[in-house]
């Protein structure tokens, strides 16, 4: 049988989209660094169209800036950038996590409580943590039915993959971040909004303070 060909499945520009978003979010392709396109379409052997195409889809999500006449960069993100980024993600997250309290059926809490136990479990995995971490929020989000609240919040934390100073690179960030998300799910269980909507916020602050550039 003949092998299946590359990029079957959708369009091709949404494939190339997510080959250049991997490689941003994997440092392949840096914050700040300019998008080399016909070495790109040499390397996954395409034509310019489709590599133009998945860069107008990573400039609507906010990874890719274009500059007239000077081509596509990968977005840098300013110490502005994370802190409004940050402000809105607590903002939209602790409303949800509060209503999540006083509507999600126990089943659906030990849901959390199951991805909260992965959490718990993936310590000493750091990537693993990240993907964990992400998965507990947007599925929190997804209990509580906003779908443009989830939108937002998605595209935020897409675009915050671009911060280099990642607050949960910073020493011992992992542990209090667990830490956080005990006390969160505590209050989650124990049906307490004011006090979800609270330790959400808090999460998120620590989180920016974390993540604010160091000191050399």
């Not at 993907?131 to 443009?148: K, V």
């Not at 998300?181 to 959400?200: G, I, K, N």
Request: aromatic share 6%; with cysteine.
């Amino acid at each position: 049988m003949p092998a299946t060909p590359p990029f079957a499945q959708r369009p091709l520009y949404e494939e190339v989209a997510e080959q250049l978003r991997q490689r941003i979010f994997g440092r392949t392709l840096e914050p700040g660094s300019w998008i080399d396109e016909l070495k790109l379409c040499g390397e996954l052997g395409i034509s310019r169209t489709p590599m133009r195409e998945a860069l107008k889809v990573l400039a609507v999500e906010g990874l890719v800036t274009m500059r007239p006449r000077r081509g596509a960069y990968v977005t840098e993100m300013s110490e502005r950038d994370v802190r409004e980024a940050y402000q809105l993600l607590a903002l939209l997250e602790s409303d949800a996590a509060a209503r999540v309290s006083e509507r999600a059926s126990a089943q659906e809490l030990a849901e959390l409580q199951g991805l909260h136990a992965q959490l718990e479990a993936a310590i000493g995995e750091r990537e693993r943590f990240f993907a964990l971490n992400e998965a507990f929020h947007l599925r929190l989000l997804e209990l509580e039915g906003n779908r443009w609240r989830q939108q937002i919040v998605t595209d935020l934390r897409r675009v915050m993959k671009l911060n280099r100073h990642h607050s949960l690179f910073k020493q011992g960030r992992l542990a209090e971040s667990l830490q956080e998300h005990r006390d969160l799910m505590q209050a989650l269980v124990e049906r307490r909004p004011e006090q979800v909507a609270q330790r959400m916020r808090l999460h998120f602050e620590n989180g920016l303070n974390a993540a604010a550039p160091q000191a050399a």
